[in-house]
């Protein structure tokens, strides 16, 4: 059982369509991230927030939008997609982001985006 | 360029063999590295931590070479339920205290029987 959740687990939406995903983390963290993770391609880091303050990857396009209402909640907002975005998104959150050099990761199941 | 590099495999062993696997990082002085496993179709998990000293757990030994700037993961005694693949996690240098984990693309391993 993780303490990190993500919904939708699949998620086909077409290149017009504006669709979010959501990630909730039980484990009482401040920092919480979104990863890419393509086939054949390493982890890609997209966004981090820690304590309400954002950083992100400049290489992402801003198709992707995140937001961070709470510590405990991320959501990442889709529109007008692209069929290379088709990924496995993963949740992820961590004691501290400051920390994480000598922290843990802790990922959620990851939501399976397939654009067509 | 900051990257983490690691042979992608797929390493097929058959069961109780010993495998290791290497990882090359670029850029770090931080203390610590991490080996992260991956199932088929799952999200990653924390496997070791990687200090100077090196990390036993078991049939797991992690080992880093700060000076040629790899982390290596052994496994004796490999178990069908070793089958994974095996991220590597360095946290490389981004501006003045600053550090960004960085993970390799995976080594696969198949434990066959």
């Known amino acids: 059982e993780t303490g990190v959740t993500q919904t939708p687990r699949h998620l086909v939406m077409g290149m017009t369509n504006k669709k979010s995903l959501k990630c909730e983390q039980h484990?009482?963290?401040?920092?919480m991230y979104w990863y890419k993770q393509s086939a054949k391609k390493p982890l890609e880091l997209m966004f981090v927030y820690s304590l309400e303050e954002r950083v992100e990857n400049n290489s992402v396009p801003s198709r992707f939008s995140p937001e961070c209402p709470n510590s405990s909640h991320l959501f990442l907002h889709l529109h007008t997609l692209q069929p290379e975005d088709s990924a496995l998104y993963l949740c992820a959150s961590s004691q501290d982001r400051k920390a994480v050099p000598g922290g843990e990761l802790f990922f959620g199941e990851g939501s399976r985006l397939t654009v067509l | 360029r900051k990257e983490v590099e690691q042979d992608p495999g797929p390493f097929n062993v058959p069961e109780g063999a010993t495998v290791a696997f290497n990882c090359t990082y670029s850029?770090?002085?931080?203390?610590?590295f991490f080996w992260y496993r991956q199932d088929c179709r799952k999200e990653p998990k924390l496997l070791m931590s990687?200090?100077?000293s090196g990390n036993e757990d078991g049939r797991f030994t992690a080992q880093l070479n700060r000076a040629s700037q790899y982390i290596s993961l052994l496994i004796r005694d490999s178990k069908l339920s070793d089958s994974a693949t095996y991220l590597c996690?360095?946290?490389?240098?981004?501006?003045?205290?600053?550090?960004?984990?960085?993970f390799g693309k995976g080594t696969k391993l198949s434990v066959i029987p």
């Open positions: 996690v360095a946290p490389l240098r981004e501006g003045a205290g600053s550090y960004q984990l960085t």
């Open positions: 850029n770090s002085a931080s203390q610590s």
């Open positions: 990687v200090y100077s």
């Open positions: 484990l009482g963290h401040n920092a």
